[in-house]
């Protein structure tokens, strides 16, 4: 049930509700908006018809204005969205405590908010917020490793990785997980509109929304060979089902250093299309 409901005491028959559906379901009838019930099954619940209307008179799945935020005269200028999108940088560096939960699922609760194909949203976060139970993740992830290196079973191209192994046992600098103490893994249903997609847009989504809070993050490409190609233990320890498909990692925390400025990358690269 989609719990499609108009409050006639504010709806002033604008249309902009149907006009603006994606699945082209809701109609006007007598000048209300009405979804025939035939035509429920082909709503994405995208909710574009309750955030469009500007009296606040639909309600759909439950949603309330009471419930959500007001768009207008709470967006960041330009100019701020600029300075985070240049500003943005892949952290390295780490304080070594655990950041505090609640800010941990605020992240995520934003990150949900992404977008995805066809509004599929079969999204799982694998999420590690304890410094020591990823301490445990990181010691299983380099026991693996060497098992391979000792074995010869390193795959062509992965050669990298008994220098990884080496800095760990050298020296105990941690290359794989760059010192990180939260990790998050985004994996999509494989039968979602856009799995991969889904899965990289969410993680871009938190990484602007964490940094804009002063969180540091780092797309860590060494950590998703290592759960996805080398040791696939790991994915059992994350709890990623067989049926879904890993999107990417991300290690974040709280950083221990500080940059104070944004550079400057040149002019993009693109060719204009014309007549």
């Not at 693996?144 to 008994?162: A, C, H, Q, T, Y």
Request: hydrophobic share 40%.
């Amino acid at each position: 049930m989609l719990d499609f409901k108009i409050d006639e005491d504010l709806c002033i028959g604008c249309g902009q509700c149907a006009s603006d559906c994606p699945a082209t379901i809701i109609a006007m009838d007598g000048g209300l908006p009405i979804i025939p019930e035939d035509m429920e099954q082909y709503c994405i619940h995208c909710l574009h018809c309750f955030a469009i209307c500007s009296e606040g008179a639909l309600s759909l799945l439950g949603a309330t204005v009471q419930d959500v935020l007001e768009l207008r005269k709470n967006l960041p200028d330009p100019e701020k969205m600029e300075v985070l999108i240049k500003g943005r940088r892949s952290f390295r560096n780490y304080q070594d405590e655990n950041m505090d939960p609640a800010e941990i699922e605020k992240l995520l609760e934003v990150a949900w908010h992404g977008p995805s194909g066809h509004n599929d949203r079969r999204l799982l976060f694998s999420l590690v917020d304890d410094k020591d139970v990823l301490d445990s993740i990181r010691k299983e992830a380099f026991s693996g490793l060497e098992k391979l290196i000792n074995e010869d079973r390193l795959p062509e191209g992965m050669e990298m990785f008994s220098d990884i192994m080496e800095a760990w046992k050298q020296n105990g600098v941690d290359i794989l997980f760059r010192g990180a103490p939260h990790l998050l893994v985004v994996s999509a249903h494989k039968e979602s509109a856009a799995p991969l997609h889904d899965a990289i847009i969410s993680l871009t989504t938190f990484e602007l929304y964490a940094q804009s809070r002063g969180v540091g993050t780092i797309w860590n490409g060494l950590a998703m060979l290592t759960i996805t190609e080398l040791v696939p233990a790991l994915r059992r320890r994350l709890q990623i089902p067989d049926d879904y498909q890993i999107g990417y990692v991300m290690g974040f925390g709280m950083p221990a250093v500080r940059y104070d400025r944004t550079v400057n990358r040149g002019k993009p690269n693109y060719v204009r299309i014309e007549k």
